[in-house]
């Protein structure tokens, strides 16, 4: 149990946020403390009776049952890998650039799924992270199931078959990967590369929540004079070229 222990609290602080609470709430409807319909995004509840809460546990919760276990599982590892890269690869030593990705990725995630009338969110947030790290590190080699490898700007459309062939929905996949695009475009793509103005923007009150460390620029708001750098390989990637197993600790069909 120390040793569990250990790794949790090794998780970085906001990624170990989210994957507790990620754990959790599923847990509660599972054992049924709370009717897990309680959890569910209904738009006609929302609106109509302002149960506000239901964006917030509809990302946060995931049905588990014996068909749905192991994509649940997956995602929670996907969670766990690309999150914590992030959190302490591309945004590292500032929390509050980090948190406003996750927010305006969940806000345009909430609306999309209000609008097409999508229960669940968790699937959505999760490949918004992971396709945020992808563009960050596009040029890396990533290996997949049966020694596949291939860049990793192509990994979430991969997993988004992936997850469509062991029981996701493909509508979940593709709103993730469109809002990771969207978030990536109009905070890193339009003003870097293509000289346009900055759409987004850190508010100033998330510094003040959570202030930078290390000396970290203070927001994304101008562009920087050069482009982001790619983050390291993950643990396991080894020195062979920059390789990333991004399978390890999770072995989906053995490397």
Not at 31 to 59: C, D, K, M, S, Y
Not at 98 to 115: A, H, P
Not at 135 to 157: C, E
Request: net charge positive.
């Amino acid at each position: 149990m120390s040793d569990i222990g250990d790794w949790f609290r090794s998780i970085p602080f906001i990624t170990r946020s989210w994957f507790a609470a990620s754990i959790a709430v599923p847990l509660v409807g599972k054992l049924g403390l709370i009717n897990f319909r309680h959890f569910l995004l209904v738009p006609e509840l929302f609106f109509n009776r302002f149960q506000l809460w239901r964006p917030v546990t509809a990302t946060l919760y995931f049905p588990i049952s014996p068909g749905t276990g192991f994509l649940y599982l997956v995602n929670l590892y996907f969670l766990y890998h690309y999150s914590t890269r992030l959190e302490t690869g591309a945004f590292d030593g500032r929390p509050a650039d980090y948190i406003f990705m996750l927010l305006f990725n969940w806000i345009c995630i909430v609306i999309t799924g209000l609008l097409m009338n999508m229960r669940l969110l968790m699937i959505p947030l999760i490949m918004s992270v992971l396709y945020v790290w992808a563009q960050f590190n596009k040029d890396m080699i990533v290996s997949f199931w049966f020694g596949t490898r291939f860049k990793a700007h192509y990994l979430p459309w991969v997993i988004l078959a992936f997850n469509f062939i062991i029981g996701g929905s493909f509508v979940d996949e593709l709103t993730g990967n469109l809002v990771g695009h969207l978030y990536f475009f109009l905070m890193f793509k339009y003003p870097m590369d293509l000289g346009g103005r900055s759409f987004l923007s850190t508010p100033e009150f998330l510094y003040r929540f959570f202030p930078n460390r290390r000396g970290g620029i203070s927001g994304f708001g101008v562009p920087p004079s050069r482009r982001p750098a790619a983050q390291e390989p993950a643990a396991g990637g080894g020195g062979g070229g920059g390789r990333h197993n991004w399978g390890q600790g999770f072995r989906l069909g053995g490397e």
